[in-house]
């Protein structure tokens, strides 16, 4: 199936899509970026549960790599490329040598929440709606003409704003569902900002489960 050349940013809500290769590369040449650091800098690498969390993380603008090939391999990459494992592998985690989180909710969004809050992410306007949801790699901004036949037209005639892949050469926008994902990522914004406050007197919780 070829599909459309060009992508909304709701399309997040149809789940996964392809499938063809193990992994969606990119964002490989970070150079002299201190991968795996902490804050803005960090790189993930999510194991083949976590489709969405990968695409929600890339929505933030994170080089989030999603791994669909074995464990091994998955262990393996999170050492080499310095890329913070993301996995829902308990045995995972027994392995040393690499920094990574069991992920412990079903829900894409809270899974989301779950990340930010261990590794203190900041939600950086300038990264918003920065990268393919489907390469990983960092779109270019494009205006109006240059997409012109390749998306259609109405969508040309309500909106100035557009970005491409380098790679699929996919087309962005903000589409209509693009408000309510501003909306969740703002609710996820005053979530973590409201948790100091909301510590305040009860006391850190110990563990569950
Ligand atoms: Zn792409």
């Excluded at 929600?56 to 074995?70: F, S």
């Excluded at 091994?72 to 040393?96: C, F, G, P, S």
């Excluded at 270019?140 to 040309?156: D, I, N, Q, T, W």
């Amino acid at each position: 199936m070829r599909g459309h050349p060009h992508l909304r940013w709701e399309d997040i809500d149809e789940g996964q899509k392809g499938g063809r290769g193990r992994g969606d590369r990119g964002g490989g040449e970070a150079g002299g970026l201190s991968a795996g650091g902490t804050g803005q800098g960090m790189r993930f690498i999510a194991d083949r549960s976590l489709g969405k969390l990968s695409r929600w993380l890339r929505i933030l603008g994170y080089d989030t790599l999603y791994w669909r090939g074995d464990e091994k391999e998955l262990v393996e990459l999170a050492v080499k490329e310095d890329r913070v494992l993301l996995t829902r592998i308990v045995h995972l985690m027994e392995e040393k040598g690499f920094k990574g989180l069991l992920i412990r909710e079903d829900n894409p969004f809270r899974q989301l929440k779950e990340v930010i809050r261990a590794f203190r992410l900041p939600i950086k306007e300038e990264a918003l709606f920065s990268r393919c949801l489907e390469c990983n790699l960092p779109l270019e901004k494009v205006r109006a003409e240059e997409v012109e036949g390749e998306v259609p037209e109405f969508v040309l005639l309500q909106h100035r704003e557009f970005s491409r892949c380098p790679r699929c050469q996919k087309v962005f926008w903000p589409g209509t569902h693009y408000e309510r994902m501003r909306g969740l990522i703002e609710e996820v914004k005053r979530e973590i900002e409201g948790d100091g406050r909301e510590t305040e007197g009860k006391g850190p919780s110990g563990p569950t489960g």
